[in-house]
């Protein structure tokens, strides 16, 4: 699998979630922090075989549906959010690092981000978002076709129950920004979907659908934002199976360092074999 990387940098906050508001990244090191659409990138990069044109990338990032019913949900009134957040959703992943055994054998297409190890799959385009003003990288994408999927891990309290207070906040500053948010059952619970004011590539106003993800492990949690065809769709079928998939089987490196709730967990590029053989050439060079 190849392990290049296309490098992507994010513009907008999430922490406002304003109407400018495009596309998949994050730009600071909060949960409660997305950004607008990546810029092009300036190298391909791929998960597994053949990379996505930009074109495929702009229609997992944005569409042109008006808010009026995409992220509404049927039922969502009745939806009981206590009895659901109470509820423990990873027995299928993601995993924790202490919970899975990275030498199990298993070829599978596994990415090592640091914090997070990603497993990608036929098809799909790795980029990762980096942030502006201090070139960190915020979150991984992964494109497929028409769809995509937008990974970060975050710090969590040791008691969990983040995701309810971020939902909250996540919702207000969508309608703020004159989209719309609501909540559904989802295979990790409470799901949350979105439609978002973007501004499309000829410059006419469009909305940005997506569903959102989140799986809480010991003192950290997994967000993955679904954009394009997949957030459109309901029920797990091809895309969002695909999309799903992979989120299940990431595997969150939380590291012991003391972080605030909703602090980014670092990541990095991902190791290829040349530099792993040269790490290897070094170490017997000292010896």
Request: hydrophobic letters at 35%; a negative charge; aromatic letters at 4%.
């Amino acid at each position: 699998m190849a392990e290049e990387v296309a490098t992507e940098t994010p513009t907008d906050d999430l922490a406002d979630d304003d109407a400018t508001d495009s596309g998949p990244a994050e730009s600071d090191d909060s949960v409660t922090d997305e950004s607008a659409a990546p810029a092009d990138s300036d190298e391909t990069a791929e998960s597994d075989e053949t990379a996505e044109s930009d074109e495929t990338a702009e229609s997992a990032e944005s569409d042109e549906t008006e808010p009026t019913g995409a992220a509404d949900a049927t039922g969502a009134a009745d939806l009981d959010v206590d009895e659901l957040d109470q509820q423990d959703w990873r027995a299928e992943g993601p995993y924790d690092i202490a919970e899975f055994d990275l030498e199990s054998g298993e070829s599978v297409p596994r990415i090592d981000l640091g914090s997070m190890i990603i497993t990608g799959f036929e098809g799909a385009e790795l980029r990762l978002q980096v942030a502006d003003e201090n070139q960190q990288i915020v979150s991984a994408m992964l494109i497929s076709k028409d769809s995509a999927l937008e990974l970060g891990a975050f710090a969590a309290p040791r008691s969990g129950g983040l995701w309810p207070e971020l939902r909250e906040e996540l919702t207000e500053a969508a309608t703020g920004a004159g989209g719309s948010a609501a909540v559904v059952e989802g295979p990790f619970g409470v799901e949350l979907r979105r439609l978002l004011p973007v501004q499309t590539p000829d410059g006419e106003q469009g909305y940005q659908p997506s569903r959102m993800w989140v799986a809480e492990g010991p003192r950290w949690l997994l967000r993955g934002i679904v954009y394009g065809q997949a957030a459109l769709v309901d029920g797990l079928e091809s895309p969002v199976a695909e999309l799903l998939a992979c989120f299940r089987a990431t595997v969150v490196r939380r590291g012991d360092e003391a972080r605030a709730p909703g602090d980014l967990l670092p990541l990095s590029l991902p190791r290829t074999e040349e530099s792993a053989a040269e790490d290897s050439e070094g170490l017997e060079g000292a010896g």
